[in-house]
């Protein structure tokens, strides 16, 4: 049976513009090793230069296109000429809270060839996945500023959790922890110092662990949980966390895992009423943009992603088993890896493995 997946390609800013076009050769490449499946994208323009022409980020009605899309393949949203709060919010966020993309999950491993800032850690001893609570929080977005420039100046950024968002992010983080060998969650809290949402946190994790009696479970506060990560990566597998607490620990995890280049992650619907949007970690880099030296291996991871939300893991496997052939070779690392390989050297060392 044929199957023509749509793709909504966002490449965004600075070197989201080189990643995203190299993703896309790469998917090519995989269905012309299958020809039963075709991947067909839409391009879509929208970021800093079309801030700068239309004043905003994306048109008010952008959710439209993408309604019917299958996935969204992002790149990067980040202007150093544009406030970080509008490139953010007009863009990337309007889509995730747009399709209600609650679950940010981000995997971390040390791919083979790959070195660890930690000393001590082997590659086997470090594989983590952590689900970012995608919708509140601390990002909910409420709040506001008043008597500007005064002394009396005023600003707030509330930080809201209900218990509806809590319960289906929490669920669906023991639900993949289930999935994995390990069968183990930790809980991120802060529940000694935020003594009110944090509690109902710890509390409704007490309820939804009681779904899963074969998942193993513990918390951490997100503090001690900086130290656990570089002191005894062993120790954690999957991890759930509210928007602050997990964006700031997922940037460290793919500090530990070797470059920020490489770190994949997917703003996921479970419930697929919407399409999920799938994006490196990375930002815009301004400062190698153009060179051609971005890493484009967390943008084809963030395809494998893709590819496993689709219900396509075969063709998930082998891009994966491309990359890590790819990493395992010091010759095209590039230069955030310490390497001299450019971007291209890597896209065409993956497509070589695919087509294979
Ligand atoms: P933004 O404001 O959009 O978040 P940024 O430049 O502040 O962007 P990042 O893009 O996340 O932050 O990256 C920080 C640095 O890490 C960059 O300056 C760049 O040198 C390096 N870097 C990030 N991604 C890559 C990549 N894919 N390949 C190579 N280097 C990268």
Known sequence: MNKKYQIASIPGDGIGKEVIPECEKVLHALSAQNKNIEFNFEHFDWGGDYY?????????????????KDAILFGSAGDPKIPDHITLWGLRLKICQGFDQYANVRPTRILPGIQTPLRNCQPDQLDWVIVRENSEGEYSGLGGRAHQGHPIEVASDMSILTRVGVERVQRYAFRLAQSRPRKHITVITKSNAQRHAMVMWDEIAVQVAKEFPDVTWDKELVDAATARMVNHPESLDTIVATNLHADVLSDLAAAL???LGIAPTGNIDPERRYPSMFEPIHGSAFDIMGKGL????????????????????????????????????????????????????VTDAVIAEISK
Do not use: C, Y
Not at 310 to 321: F, N, T
């Open 294 to 345: 971005a890493n484009p291996i967390g943008t084809f991871w963030s395809a494998v992603m893709m590819l496993d939300f689709l219900g396509e893991k075969d063709l998930g496997a082998k891009l994966m088993q491309a990359i890590e052939k790819v990493t395992a070779n010091p010759k095209l690392h590039t230069r955030d890896l310490g390497g001299t390989a450019m971007m291209k050297d």
């Open 52 to 68: 700068r022409k239309h004043g905003v980020m994306m048109p008010e009605d952008g959710l439209d296109p993408l309604r019917s």
């Open 257 to 259: 895992a070797g470059s």
